[in-house]
């Protein structure tokens, strides 16, 4: 059941934004809430993917403590990622 947090939209603006509104979800993993009028009628959810989230990332690293040589290797791997990354200019391209 989704709760008052969760972002919504109406129909009508689904409609009008449909794109926009499916790459919001796709990008944020997260549900949108479609109304009508005051009500809840449906909701645009993500596929399940086989990747994580930094959020995802965050809490396994709070779980487990890196030795030194683990988190210079962490390190290097991400260093090496963000020089090899090629991100677009807008986050909904």
């Known amino acids: 059941m989704a709760n008052l947090l969760t972002p919504r939209i109406s129909a009508t603006e689904l409609a009008r934004n449909l794109a926009s509104a499916i790459d919001q979800v796709r990008v944020s993993r997260s549900r949108?809430?479609?109304t009508r009028g005051n009500q809840d009628v449906a909701q645009l959810v993500p596929v399940i993917s086989n990747g994580a989230t930094l959020a995802d990332l965050d809490r396994l690293l709070k779980r487990?403590?890196?030795s030194q040589?683990?988190?210079r290797a962490f390190s290097q791997d991400l260093r090496t990622i963000r020089e090899a990354a090629t991100l677009p200019t807008s986050a909904w391209d």
Request: aromatic share 0%; charged share 35%.
């Open 64 to 66: 487990h403590s890196l």
């Open 32 to 34: 949108l809430i479609i």
């Open 69 to 71: 040589e683990e988190k």
